[in-house]
């Protein structure tokens, strides 16, 4: 097996820019497990393909407002990721800057915040928070959902909203478990109803 043969064609237009109206609109491709047959369906009819006993697991990572756009004390400019948090006024961040900034020198970021560069940890950078909010409240306060790079807008309210699945719990994830955005209450409710058992796990997404 050669990656090639993962390469294929996909036309910028057809990338969605917005959610539908509803989570469950989207389509479901059904892949038949003993037969190998394929076929076009849509995601409400996932409480069809799952039986009573069966045990469906899903990931409740929450996803933070993860994305800090901001400026060097030099001037420059600079985009910060949350990546990990790593103590309350620590995390290890990805960085983007025209020129790699040096320890010691400060980050002014969102519309207010500030923190030090400590220093690299592999391909991140660790940054140390100033003020008293701890990490978690600076990113609520000053950050913004950190959408994918291919959707080209800024992240706005309804972002906020949609890019979470309904039962995000707790907070960690920088991308969201995709597969999960489909699921809405009506959904898993007629799971329940059918005796399909529902488990919750938390695995934090991270940009990679």
Do not use: C
Request: aromatic residues 4%.
């Amino acid at each position: 097996m050669r990656l090639d043969d993962f390469h294929y064609d996909l036309p910028p237009e057809l990338i969605a820019q917005a959610p539908a109206a509803a989570r469950s609109a989207s389509r479901l491709l059904h892949l038949d497990g003993t037969t190998g047959a394929l076929r076009d369906s849509l995601f409400p009819d996932i409480v069809k393909l799952l039986d009573a006993g069966d045990l469906l697991v899903i990931n409740d990572t929450r996803v933070i407002k993860a994305r800090l756009l901001g400026r060097k004390d030099s001037g420059g400019r600079v985009e910060v990721l949350v990546e990990r948090v790593t103590g309350l006024h620590e995390a290890d961040v990805q960085l983007r800057a025209s020129h790699a900034p040096k320890a010691g020198s400060r980050l002014l970021l969102g519309d207010g915040a500030e923190a030090e560069v400590l220093g690299r940890r592999g391909e991140l950078w660790q940054l140390r928070f100033a003020g008293d909010d701890d990490v978690w409240a600076l990113l609520e306060r000053h950050g913004a959902v950190p959408l994918p790079p291919y959707i080209g807008h800024k992240p706005d309210a309804d972002d906020e909203a949609r890019y979470q699945t309904v039962y995000a719990k707790n907070p960690g994830a920088v991308a969201a478990p995709t597969a999960g955005l489909h699921f809405d209450d009506a959904i898993l409710a007629a799971l329940r109803a059918k005796g399909v058992g529902i488990a919750t796990l938390t695995l934090h997404v991270g940009a990679g």
